[in-house]
């Protein structure tokens, strides 16, 4: 059975080394809910780089955008997160999450954003997971927490070894993004953790 | 909790989940990088979340898994395993093992073997 809308979510986040374990938390969740992960990272280098990103949003059925990094941050995920912004006002096809580490913050580094909570995930990887399971998965045939962490360490301890043993030249790459999709949903696949939700589901 | 227009859409109208397969294929994953995930899956952790149950054999004692396997006519036993059983026929030159305590024995005088197994030693050592 095909499933009702768009399955891709788009991640809108921090590209640097302090963000690696949040980030892998945060693709190996949407992989157990069972959601295909998206990124800026898939685009080549190209002319017509902004039409392709706003495809990737417009092709997404939700959206994350983690604007929890606000001292040298770069002005891209703002930028995006306004792309995602517009396309959600126009249609009910898409959701979009914010994100924050920190109560209350985003009431003063984005004011225009007041009226909606972000989830907080508190710069760690159970916050990360728990604030994405709450805004992917419905109450029941939910994955477990505990196992999803679990995983998310798993897959953050293969990107490691593959970057120590240079089988991997960087993380936030275009290469290193499927590599990363590809560890995730075969850890997921090990854990039999999606196959389990679809068969709940399917009940 | 969840921010946004229309944050239910997830929840309400979500159909059943890609499999981990579809994920990878329309991820545009290739062979090497699905060959490279394995491997490093592997390294790090080598037994499947899942599976530490299914095996029959226990999570916590990886040392019984070798003789359970070769009581019951399966698999390949384990080094040290194998180790063991032949330093018990005595056909090796193991390091322990009563094969090699006959041989070491077989050197000393009759003194000595006698110290040795009541475990004192010779003042003159002291």
Same mark, same amino acid.
């Given at each position: 059975m095909k499933t009702n809308g768009p399955t891709r979510v788009f991640i809108n986040c921090p590209f640097d080394e302090k963000y690696v374990p949040q980030f892998v938390a945060l693709l190996s969740t949407i992989i157990c809910s069972g959601y295909r992960p998206t990124c800026?990272? !898939?685009?080549?280098?190209?002319?017509q780089r902004l039409q392709r990103i706003r495809n990737l949003i417009a092709d997404s059925g939700a959206s994350f955008h983690d604007?929890? #990094?606000? !001292?040298?941050? #770069? *002005?891209n995920m703002p930028f995006e997160a306004g792309l995602a912004f517009a396309h959600s006002a126009s249609t009910s096809a898409h959701s979009i999450f914010f994100m924050e580490s920190? #109560? *209350?913050r985003l009431q003063k580094t984005?004011? $225009?954003? %007041?009226g909606f909570d972000p989830l907080i995930h508190n710069g760690n990887v159970s916050g990360m997971v728990h604030r994405v399971l709450d805004a992917l998965?419905? !109450?029941? %045939? #939910?994955?477990?927490a505990k196992t999803v962490i679990r995983i998310s360490r798993v897959v953050l301890a293969a990107i490691r070894r593959l970057l120590r043993t240079n089988e991997? $030249? !960087?993380? *936030?790459s275009t290469r290193g993004f499927k590599v990363a999709v590809a560890v995730a949903s075969q850890a997921a696949a090990d854990a039999r953790i999606i196959a389990r939700i679809a068969r709940a589901q399917s009940r | 909790m969840a921010s946004g227009l229309n944050t239910s859409y997830f929840k309400e109208n979500r159909g059943h989940p890609l499999s981990a397969e579809e994920i990878v294929r329309s991820a545009g994953v290739g062979k090497s990088e699905r060959a490279l995930a394995v491997l490093a899956l592997a390294a790090v952790r /080598?037994? /499947?979340?899942?599976a530490a149950f299914s095996?029959?054999?226990?999570?916590?004692k990886p040392a019984q898994r070798g003789s359970k396997a070769i009581s019951r006519g399966e698999g390949e036993p384990v080094a040290h395993e194998t180790e063991r059983k032949l330093a018990l026929d005595g056909s090796t030159n193991s390091r322990n093992g009563p094969a090699r305590r006959k041989r070491v024995n077989a050197k000393k005088s009759f003194k000595e073997v006698k110290r040795s197994a009541s475990g004192k030693r010779s003042s003159a050592r002291r």
């Open positions: 800026v990272l !898939e685009l080549p280098a190209a002319k604007l929890s #990094r606000v !001292e040298g941050a #770069r *002005f920190k #109560r *209350f984005l004011s $225009d954003l %007041n998965s419905p !109450e029941q %045939n #939910r994955p477990s991997l $030249d !960087e993380l *936030f | /080598p037994e /499947p979340v899942g095996n029959g054999y226990g999570k916590h």
